[in-house]
């Protein structure tokens, strides 16, 4: 709890440490406010992504490479509403670290995890759209299940490595050597040969491989709809070959707009945390880049009919029958 000193003004995050940082004021009406905003953004987030999972994981006819990925980035939008939401919410509307240095570095570690990994994701799916798109004939032999899984998990495990080296090699566990550092607050202290590999790695790479792949899904949906229409207006008949890339193309699409709203998101928060020092904007942000993991189960639910069923059958406890993975959920 706060401290408050003599002269009733100045307020400590913990009063019996010297070092202790300053806790910031606000109104009573301000922490209702703020409070109730993050639990309402938090419950919505896990709920709608809980769907997702749900959907995904439980109906078999779901089960593809594409959906394995959707499932992941789904995973870490949960795991954003129900861990990272919370505790940022307590360290920006309390302005105090109240958990312990420990804590405070496993937690940078996890959510420099998160949002590393989502950023996999999005690579993965810009990788996945690519070879339906462009190269077809190989989708079904290159992108499989098995081997979406796997390209998945070791994306994880990756992150998790180079998350962990980034926090401990930068004394987040640690801040008895540090000068100028408080007790109170929970921050990494970057080193500027860190700063480079992050923003390479973890930024710059990852952006430009899929805005790479993505001009060119784009250039080559562009002469695929052009084909197709031609051929309507034509009075061809649209063989089925044609059908499905279409519909690999509208997927594309649908994936794309998840894939540029992340980045209008991410872009923007990344190079002030980076170039910005103002801790208001990066709050702002941050919570921005948070919301959006509430805003991809909605591109879901408007671009894809099957999501729509599904989560109808989840919310009439269908899925509860036996045979009820087996449900058509495509016409």
């Known amino acids: 709890m706060a401290y408050e000193t003599e002269d009733q003004e100045t307020q400590y995050c913990f009063p019996d440490i010297n070092s202790s940082c300053v806790k910031g004021k606000r109104s009573r009406y301000e922490y209702n406010i703020m409070y109730v905003f993050v639990s309402l953004l938090s419950a919505w987030t896990v709920f709608l992504n809980l769907l997702v999972i749900i959907s995904i994981s439980h109906f078999k006819k779901l089960h593809t490479p594409t959906n394995m990925i959707i499932l992941s980035l789904a995973v870490n939008d949960l795991l954003i509403g129900l861990i990272v939401m919370p505790i940022q919410a307590i360290k920006h509307i309390e302005t105090c670290w109240y ?7 496993f937690y940078l570690i996890l959510i420099g995890l998160i949002f590393s990994a ?12 690519y070879v339906a798109v462009c190269h077809p004939l190989l989708y079904p032999q290159k992108i499989t299940i098995t081997n979406m899984l796997m390209s998945i998990c070791l994306s994880w495990l990756y ?39 992050d923003l390479f790695m973890s930024f710059i790479l990852p952006c430009f491989i899929m805005i790479t792949l993505y001009s060119r899904i784009f250039y080559v949906v562009h002469q695929q709809v052009k084909v197709i229409n031609s051929l309507m207006k034509g009075g061809k008949c649209v063989t089925e070959g044609s059908a499905k890339r279409k519909s690999e193309s509208k997927a594309a699409l649908t994936l794309g707009i998840i894939v540029s709203v992340y980045l209008l998101c991410y872009i923007p928060y990344y190079i002030c945390t980076l170039f910005v020092n103002s801790s208001t904007t990066i709050t702002v942000l941050s919570w921005a880049v948070c ?4 805003v991809n189960p909605l591109v879901y639910a408007l671009f894809y009919s099957s999501f729509k069923k599904t989560v109808k059958h989840i919310l009439t406890l269908k899925v509860f029958q036996p045979t009820s993975y087996l449900f058509r959920i495509f016409k």
């Open 159 to 197: 992150y998790s490595a180079y998350n962990t080296a980034f926090v401990i090699n930068n004394g987040s566990f640690d801040i008895s050597h540090r000068t100028n550092v408080c007790y109170g607050r929970c921050s990494v202290m970057v080193s500027f040969s860190w700063i480079t590999t």
């Open 99 to 105: 958990f312990g240095q420990t804590f405070c570095g």
């Open 118 to 129: 989502s950023l996999s994701n999005l690579v993965l799916i810009a990788v996945d759209r």
């Open 291 to 294: 919301a959006n993991s509430g």
